[in-house]
């Protein structure tokens, strides 16, 4: 798994002061023991250059393993006709994601095959590469949600030992709609849309995220189906936690990215000035999550770690 930079290079310089420590007290140990014989002399001889070699292999590593520009994903399109199917993305969900939202991985090493056979579909079909099979906004809409949801999935099974970093996430590309996407970018065109709530209700594989769903979006009722997600996102204590020591709510990074529209917009619609982002939050909670949000009422709003844990089971 490669990690950020910063934390990379902390854990090196680490590395390498151990293995220099460690090089030194063998020295010395070796260096008592045979004392004055040729064996001793020579062990103080090469003392600098095992220190040197020591050095030498930790930049070794790092060169190795240090962070690079990220290679785009790419599947064989090669011969694929483009079209708006989402049958094997239904298989996949249906086998792996669970009522709450959370992903299988153990299920999933049975479906690798036909998600890896939707991601290649996918490089071929979308409203740029093949505008003619996504002629609403409905249309639109459901295959974004449907993309981000197979390569989310995709993402978080690349390395089945160890969760990859939201850094790696949000920004590894990949090929989509016959041009390089990453998850970020998704966003970016949900969001350019003109309505905060087309990004926040998106489907992700990070707590910080909208659950993912256990069918494919279809473009018939897509646009009923964001309130309710948004509701989900809102009651979801993984998902939207309220810290009662602090007095906090943890909002999600995805609505807070929205925050100054999401008040601006509950201004213009109910003629209430100053607006917390949790007032203008309200009209969109009902049940679990209304309840959670009006027991926090005087709590202060802070954004929640962008690092938000898999949604794995």
């Known amino acids: 798994m490669r990690v950020q930079p910063t934390r990379q ?120 590469a093949s505008p003619a099979l996504f002629p609403t906004r409905e249309d639109a809409l459901a295959y974004w949600y449907n993309a981000r949801a197979a390569w989310a999935i995709k993402l978080a099974a690349c390395d089945p030992n160890e969760p990859p970093p939201a850094s790696r996430l949000e920004d590894q590309p990949f090929i989509l709609d016959g041009r390089t996407m990453t998850l970020r970018a998704i966003d970016a065109t949900l969001a350019a849309r003109g309505d905060w709530r087309f990004p926040v209700a998106a489907p992700g594989i990070r707590f910080c995220r909208a659950a993912l769903p256990d069918k494919p979006f279809s473009p018939v009722d897509i646009l009923q189906q964001i309130p309710g997600r948004i509701n989900d996102l809102l009651a979801d204590p993984r998902r939207t936690a309220i810290d009662v020591d602090r007095q906090e709510v943890l909002i999600p990074p995805i609505i807070w990215r929205f925050r100054n529209q999401i008040s601006e917009e509950h201004r213009r619609t109910y003629g209430q000035q100053g607006a917390t982002v949790l007032s203008a939050l309200l009209p969109y909670a009902h049940g679990r999550a209304l309840h959670r949000l009006q027991d926090a009422v005087g709590y202060r709003a802070v954004e929640a770690p962008s690092q938000g844990k898999l949604a794995i089971k």
């Open 9 to 128: 290079r902390k854990i090196v310089a680490a590395r390498q002061r151990r293995l220099v420590r460690g090089t030194n007290f063998a020295m010395r140990i070796a260096a008592f023991f045979f004392g004055r014989t040729i064996i001793g002399r020579m062990i103080r001889l090469c003392k600098p250059l095992a220190v040197l070699a020591a050095v030498f292999t930790t930049v070794c590593w790092l060169g190795a393993c240090a962070p690079s520009a990220m290679s785009p994903i790419r599947f064989d399109s090669a011969g694929l006709v483009p079209k708006a199917d989402y049958a094997n993305l239904s298989a996949v969900l249906k086998k792996c994601v669970t009522g709450k939202g959370l992903l299988d991985r153990r299920e999933l090493a049975g479906c690798s095959e036909r998600l890896d056979v939707q991601l290649a579909l996918l490089t071929v079909t979308g409203p740029s």
